[in-house]
């Protein structure tokens, strides 16, 4: 039977931080299972083409239930399923939150995690190319950068935000998140740097690491109160793996609730239905679910050097030769934050200023450059849930959000809409604005634009707080990541945000395993 002193659960964002921290140690042994392969291929190096990934068997291709508030659409939920996770297939944005979200994550009773507190970790990931100061770093093994050839549709649309009266933010990653910005992301050389390339493989020739692909894990083993290892389905069947110290659920926001309670951690009426034996009764496991409702405005454009002229052989060239040029982009290149209405600690709504036709998650295609500006809800006030449909860990489980059900979250958006049209309406795109394809100039004032979102809005592929961190009693989790009820098992992933934070969430993902990598190490 094969035995580690720390078996990681899922080889993405966190999993690689993890299994690249904890292997530093020589005479520590560290097990990394994945349930999807490898990420060579250059769909996942091209930053141009993440949207490609999309439907191929590297995407887990999650779909929701019916969503109430819009129009019981099943809304489509891309995770990566190869080594590297999610951060092989997403779009490479970095962006860290607001301070308002960690000091709200300390008041909620994560212990520790203030702003203060994990501001120390931001910087021990990275190293930004403009350099280190008070907020940034620059000895991390995660390179951060601007984007190497940025378009010129996106230098006007954050000129004609200026116009439309957002300050200029050189870095909301610093000292202030709200205003318009060039949005940084995490490449090296023009190509994807996933936690994969920034953590895993300076640590693959460690003889106390071993990576397991395509070994899917089914649930974890819990004897008397204590995790001591987990059932993998390997070539020959299913297979006990042990623990020696602790079993670590890093499968991600659907993945890692999805497997507690395949373990019987969960709600007890809904594991008793589903039929799981209980082992812990916690009806946080797979509640208050959030994620950000993103909204997609596009406009056509007479404007040069869109994502329209991506696939040309000079492009290729170019990037092939030098990593420059429109393949480097992350078809979003530049962003704002805002509050939507006076007296909010923090920004409630992102923009996110696309430099090509974008609609239908990149599916859809259009015959004529365009630009797009998607409104995205990065505060939302509803909370969904995840449940088991069946026992079988190869059956996705059910998932609600509940987006834009409440009041809030549904304003937020019109604001967001009209201020894109707005920004749009501004002098400095006056000579290369066309007409607005999506949702279409004809949808106008408060009830036509409600209805809109309700048959449009996405998500931008953001899911937390499945496993949340906090109280005992009101959560999964306590401040060190230990899962209430039952010893030598800790989640470490995005599903122990407390609550969503004001941005992209791979950022925080990697402080969060960063972070956790000092905990079980007892550093
Ligand atoms: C298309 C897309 C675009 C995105 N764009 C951005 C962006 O630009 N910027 C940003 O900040 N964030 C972005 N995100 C979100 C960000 O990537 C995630 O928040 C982050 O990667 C979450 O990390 P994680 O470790 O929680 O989960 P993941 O990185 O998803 O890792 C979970 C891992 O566990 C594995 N796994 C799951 N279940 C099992 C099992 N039963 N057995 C074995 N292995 C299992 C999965 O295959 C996966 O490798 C995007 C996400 C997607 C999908």
Redesign the pocket.
Known sequence: MREYDYVI???????CVLAGRLSEKPDVSVAL????GSARSLGVRIPAA?PKL?GTDRD?QYYSDPEPGLNDRKIYM??????????S???????RGNAEDFDGWAKAGATGWSYDEVLPYFKRIETFARGGNEYRGSHGPLYVGDHRSRTPITEQLVQASQEAGLRFNPDYNAAHQEGVSYLQVTQKGGNRWS?ADAWLRPAKSRRNLSVLKD????QVEISGGQATGVWVNGTNGPELIRARHEVIL????I?TP??LMLSGIGPAEHLHEVGVEVQVDNPHVGSHYQDHPFFLLNWETTAKGTLAEAESIKQLLNYAVFGKGLLTS?VAEGTAFLATKPGLAAPDLQLHFGAAYFHNHGFDTYPKPAFAIAPTLVAPQSRGEIRLRTTD?ADHPSIVGNHLTEKADVDAMVAGVELAREIVAQQALAGVRGIEIHPGSQIKGRAAIEKSLREETEL???P?STARMGAPGDSVVGPDLRVHGVTGLRVV???VFPTIPR?????A?YMV?EKASDMIAGR
């Open positions: 659960v899922g080889a993405g964002s966190a999993g299972l994945e349930a999807g993440f999309f887990w891309p995770r990566g399923k190869m080594i590297g996770g999610s951060s297939m997403n779009a490479m944005l970095y962006v936690a070994s899917m894990v089914l890093s499968a991600g926001a993945g999805q497997l992350t860990a931008i592929y953001h937390t992933d995005a599903s941005g992209n969430t791979n950022a993902t395993a």
